[in-house]
């Protein structure tokens, strides 16, 4: 049986969870639910976490960061991309012939990530102390 530990239901709250969304929202609550999903696999997490964190980064410098290979990297650089969590940006390097392709974090994807995810584990001592079989209820 599950318990409520504080958290009061919600009058307000609509019946349909799509109504949350603003009349004009820019995604769907589908596009939402992809980008929570896409940072529950941890090496997309990571790769996330760095280009958050650290900035900008090239493949070859996400492959070293995270020690994987080039194919499973841009498995899962693509998955952050066609979710819009990552962007995919080139350009041409002073002194180069080619382009010089590096990812960076989106707007959205810096906030799942650190109003998401992060923030559980900041949360965990105080998720710890809720939910402690030991206290009495």
Sequence with gaps: MAT???RGIDD??????ADLLPEESVLTLDEYL???AAVGNRTRYEILYRLIHGGAMSP??????LD?????LHYHLNKLVDVGLV????RTERGQDGLYTYYRATVFGEVTLTEGVDELIRGEQEFDGLYDSSSDV
């Design 34 to 36: 992809a980008m929570h």
């Design 12 to 17: 307000r709250a609509p019946d349909d969870p």
């Design 60 to 65: 070859k410098e996400l492959e070293t960061a």
């Design 87 to 90: 962007e995919k940006r080139q």
């Design 4 to 6: 409520n530990h504080g």
């Design 68 to 72: 994987i290979d080039d194919s499973t």
